[in-house]
């Protein structure tokens, strides 16, 4: 299912007076609001969403704006809490001489948005060198971040901790590597471009983060790594990469991103196609414009959604929608840019989805072999007690 075009029109951060004419004949067409709402909520969107509806009031309904106004008051007060949070961590770090990178949310809240509370997050992201993981990790303890997130709350692949400050969960996932495991090359601390500095909200404390080159590259990777068939990709996602190259497009070393992090090229071509960018950087991709089909769809097949929530569709639905998605949605997950071919990359899907299917077979099969087994126990336990009785 494709995202709404007025949704997909607010990954801008920030607009000039077409971008707000476009937006108001957007919001005056024929809205699914209670679908949008849903939307912008699912793709961290909503605070953002309401930033630019704001400067368009009017022609948005008034039961619409109250529920994204609540969304973006309590993102304000989370990432206050938040930010206070990480300043506290940030000092005791550095009392330790343990320096850490702010990754993601929450740098990006601060150097890149106009309003801190536009950028929805989870929790805090550091990343540190490997050797100073066993001291960072008692300090956080230390500092009361102990517990686990709530049950469900969070679906991550590191293990976090943290707490609750004035009721807002705060969590924080400590790295030694910018990548999880199983993507790729390992990328740690060490192998990083000069950091960058950012003040960490008003109270003129600094903070560091991934220089601008590397933060591009990390957003590309990262919303490519989670175009998945399990999970949904998410907007905001998008709208970093798309505040990135518009804010800070001059600021960018192009000749090192096309050296040595050329995949950023491949992402901006493929992100192009949804959101253009600014025709200077859309000149420095290097690569002629191809329509491609899908632009914005998600994988909507299985393992997405369990069979019998597809049923409706029929076997031949299914299997489309499994074998074959959407020609945006597998360049970006394969990382396959526009001027490539896609045999390789629907080959590769199918390879995957077989992989998924008998990986899930075997966990069938072992849940029915101990059932079976367990069954066949209690009976024979239940015939050795008769046994046991007889005279």
């Not at 993601?104 to 890149?112: E, I, Q, R, V």
């Not at 600014?278 to 491609?292: N, S, T």
């Amino acid at each position: 299912m494709s995202v709404h075009p007025l949704l997909i029109h607010c990954t801008r951060l920030e607009g000039d007076e077409a971008f707000y004419a476009q937006l108001a004949r957007l919001a005056q067409g024929e809205v699914p609001w209670e679908r949008l709402l849903a939307e912008a909520k699912a793709h961290g969107m909503a605070p953002l969403l309401y930033g630019h509806l704001r400067s368009i009031r009017e022609a948005v309904p008034e039961a619409a704006m109250r529920s994204l106004s609540g969304l973006y008051a309590r993102n304000r007060l989370a990432n206050r809490v938040r930010t206070q949070a990480l300043a506290r961590v940030l000092s005791a770090f550095a009392q330790e001489d343990i320096e850490a990178l702010v990754l993601k949310g929450g740098a990006l809240m601060h150097f890149l948005y106009p309003d801190p509370a536009l950028r929805p997050m989870s929790d805090l992201d550091l990343l540190v060198r490997r050797a100073d993981v066993p001291r960072a990790r008692a300090l956080l303890s230390d500092l009361g971040f102990q517990g686990a997130p709530p049950q469900g709350q969070f679906d991550k692949s590191l293990p976090t901790i943290g707490g609750y400050i004035e009721g807002v969960w705060v969590g924080i996932e400590l790295h030694d590597n910018l990548f999880e495991r199983g993507y790729g090359a390992p990328c740690p601390f060490e192998g990083l471009r000069p950091p960058m500095r950012f003040p960490l909200g008003a109270n003129g404390q600094m903070a560091q983060t991934l220089s601008y080159e590397d933060t591009l590259w990390h957003l590309c990777e990262h919303l490519r790594f989670h175009t998945t068939v399990f999970l949904p990709w998410r907007l905001i996602w998008v709208a970093d990469i798309i505040g990135m190259v518009e804010r800070f497009a001059d600021r960018l070393d192009w000749d090192y991103l096309a050296q040595r992090r050329r995949t950023v090229f491949d992402s901006l071509a493929l992100l192009n196609a949804l959101v253009p960018l600014p025709a200077g950087v859309a000149a420095r991709l290097g690569q002629a414009p191809k329509k491609i089909a899908g632009v914005g769809e998600d994988f909507g097949g299985w393992p997405r959604a369990a069979l019998a929530e597809q049923r409706t569709k029929g076997w031949r639905g299914i299997l489309r929608d499994t074998l074959w998605p959407p020609e945006w949605w597998l360049r970006m997950h394969r990382g396959v840019p526009p001027a490539r071919p896609l045999v390789g990359a629907r080959l590769g899907h199918g390879f995957e989805i077989a992989r998924w299917a008998l990986q899930w077979a075997g966990e069938g099969i072992h849940r029915a072999t101990r059932r079976v087994g367990a069954h066949c126990t209690a009976r024979w336990r239940r015939i050795r007690r008769g046994l046991d009785k007889r005279p």
